[in-house]
């Protein structure tokens, strides 16, 4: 941080934020960063951009691109992301890589069985809890693929072998998983839920096995969907040899 910076950060703590808050439109960002300057103790001048004509103005006087734009003792700061890097905090990079929305979906398809084996049989930790913990996370997992067809089918066909040969099945996964998972909660039709389960499983472990341990490829994983950052490995062969693992469980039992 350079000396202008500092002086700023320990002189005078009064912000100046310019943001847009308009009739139909209230700056999301604007909203942080009056939250973010609070919470650090700073008292705020807050300037409203009313209209698009002195957004635009504003942005051009200053040569800036974005608003809310924020000033302290006479510096500015610049945006939301900027004030976070003026107050040492961590900045979300969009292209790192994360396994969050794996551990939220896993997280929690384990709160939901765990709840409904607590109502229906009066304990938690049950084999009901075990099965229904597997069920839940396909037709979750199944919920992020679903939610762009087309961009998980995308990313599915980097690796998968059987979509390599027949594209129509990157489409048709989603709802495969989203059916044998309904149809395993309900413990209905085994005789459609099962033969897709271990299909749709033996085929995706092999694939991601194939791809990440004999190819050695880095790829992102579909698994959450085809806009997620989730690396492909570990969370999608676990996904499949779940599938697996219900599907014979239940052939058998």
């Not at 040492?88 to 929690?108: E, H, N």
Request: proline share 4%.
């Amino acid at each position: 941080m350079n000396d202008k910076s500092a002086a700023a950060k320990t002189g005078d703590r009064i912000a100046s934020v310019y943001r847009m808050v308009m009739d139909k439109h209230v700056c999301p960002f604007g909203l942080k960063t009056l939250h973010l300057l609070k919470s650090q103790g700073y008292r705020i001048d807050d300037h409203h951009l009313e209209t698009r004509a002195q957004t635009d103005a504003f942005k051009e006087k200053y040569d800036v691109k974005t608003t809310p734009q924020t000033f302290v003792g006479g510096e500015r700061i610049g945006g939301y992301d900027d004030l976070r890097r003026f107050f040492d905090k961590p900045v979300k990079d969009p292209k790192a890589t994360s396994y969050r929305p794996v551990l939220a979906i896993f997280g929690m398809a384990a709160a939901m069985a765990l709840g409904v084996s607590w109502l229906v049989s009066g304990a938690l930790v049950t084999a009901m809890a075990v099965e229904l913990f597997i069920a839940i996370s396909m037709c979750l997992l199944a919920v992020q693929k679903l939610q762009d067809v087309d961009g998980f089918a995308t990313m599915f066909l980097g690796y998968d072998l059987l979509a390599r040969r027949w594209v129509p099945y990157a489409y048709l996964y989603p709802f495969g998983e989203a059916l044998a998972g309904v149809l395993m909660i309900a413990h209905a039709l085994d005789w459609i839920s099962v033969p897709i389960a271990l299909f749709i499983g033996g085929v995706g472990a092999v694939s991601v096995f194939y791809a990440v341990y004999v190819q050695k490829r880095e790829l992102k994983c579909a698994c959450v969907g085809g806009g997620s950052n989730v690396p492909l490995g570990f969370v999608s062969l676990t996904e499949n040899v779940m599938m697996v693992a219900m599907g014979l469980w239940m052939l058998f039992t």
